[in-house]
């Protein structure tokens, strides 16, 4: 297939459980998006307060799936992705994301100027603080822990180049079809959490790569419609952590750096317990321990068609102290 962002097919999903007014801010910044080449997609997760209720008469071209039941963060966007089946770049979006009007125009830039590429970062800013970064994309550390870098600190100066990551973070990513396709999107087993860091590290297995893109700006609430410190967000977020790493490590890094997962995993647990949420760290734990089996049948499937070597995948991943690791890449 020949990739030509400059003719291309978009479509922005915006997965909704009860967004609120977040939602209707979000659907107006993408109405006044300079790009006007895409379809916007809402998958509404059975939200009972009222904000995808008559959506298609307020905002006319907006297209709502309506499940009927809480579908999670991961099988909304695959659902979506599906409806679009003419997409060429699928572009997924929080409703508590608000893009400035160029953003679009500017991905579409850059997948232009860099089509070894197949995933792009938007730049995350606070909404509520714009002096702050939200995000410049998910970091993965060898130990299995993960993170949006450049979270909640202002801008440094490498925040305003372009540079490579190691995968987007979903709140305001594109990917291109194809490559979306490949590695079957989204893991619906994961619900929500972490599902984007694991869905960019098989896009990443199977040898594509990521870019951050500054000039491209999102405005993000963040925990907009789910609390970040909640126990159904620690819980997806512990279970999905110990998957990912099943699923997606290499091998010899896998090896390598068990120890250091098995450490992480514990430190992990104990700060939880002492925040009052020992609990739901340990159930997250042994759930995912639970679900080890399925992972690891799928684990198979995902090493067997791998392209990208161990060396060049742990180039990437964040090494040293979580606190103070980063990927040291440089800017494009």
């Known amino acids: 297939m020949e990739h030509d962002p400059g003719r291309a097919r978009v479509a922005i999903i915006v997965v909704n459980y009860n967004g609120g007014a977040l939602l ?3 659907l107006e910044a993408l109405e006044r998006q300079t790009e006007r080449g895409f379809r916007t997609i809402v998958v509404d997760n059975a939200s009972t307060d009222g904000s995808a209720e008559g959506l298609e008469a307020i905002h006319p071209g ?16 695959n659902l979506g992705a599906r409806h679009a089946v003419d997409a060429q770049w699928l572009v997924t979006l929080n409703p508590d994301a608000f893009p400035e009007q160029r953003c679009l125009e500017v991905l579409l830039g850059a997948a232009r100027a860099h089509p070894e590429f197949a995933m792009f970062q938007a730049r995350l800013v606070v909404d509520a603080n714009r002096t702050l970064l939200d995000g410049t994309g998910d970091v993965f550390h060898v130990s299995g822990l993960h993170w949006r870098e450049a979270h909640m600190r202002p801008a440094g100066p490498t925040d305003d180049l372009p540079r490579e990551i190691f995968a987007p973070c979903a709140a305001a990513a594109m ?39 500054p000039d491209a700006v999102v405005f993000h609430v963040g925990s907009g419609t789910t609390s970040r410190r909640s126990d159904f967000s620690v819980y997806h977020g512990q279970r999905n952590l110990v998957w990912t790493y099943a699923k997606d490590m290499p091998g010899l890094l896998a090896l390598a750096y068990l120890p250091c997962h098995i450490a992480m995993n514990a430190a992990g647990v104990a700060v939880l317990a002492l925040r009052g949420q020992g ?4 159930r997250a734990k042994l759930d995912a321990l639970r ?3 399925h992972m690891l049948r799928k684990r198979r499937a995902i090493q067997a068609g791998r392209r990208a070597r161990a060396g060049a995948l742990r180039a990437v991943m964040a090494r040293g102290w979580p606190n103070r690791a980063a990927i040291r890449s440089k800017p494009l």
């Open 62 to 77: 907006v297209e709502v799936l309506r499940p009927g039941h809480n579908l999670g963060f991961a099988a909304g966007n």
């Open 291 to 293: 679900g080890l089996p």
């Open 24 to 26: 209707a801010r979000c």
């Open 279 to 282: 609990r739901v760290a340990l």
């Open 175 to 213: 990917y291109r079809r194809e490559a979306f396709d490949a590695a079957e999107g989204f893991d619906e087993d994961f619900f929500c959490y972490a599902e984007d860091v694991d869905l960019g590290f098989r896009m990443r297995l199977a040898g594509e790569r990521a870019m951050y893109v």
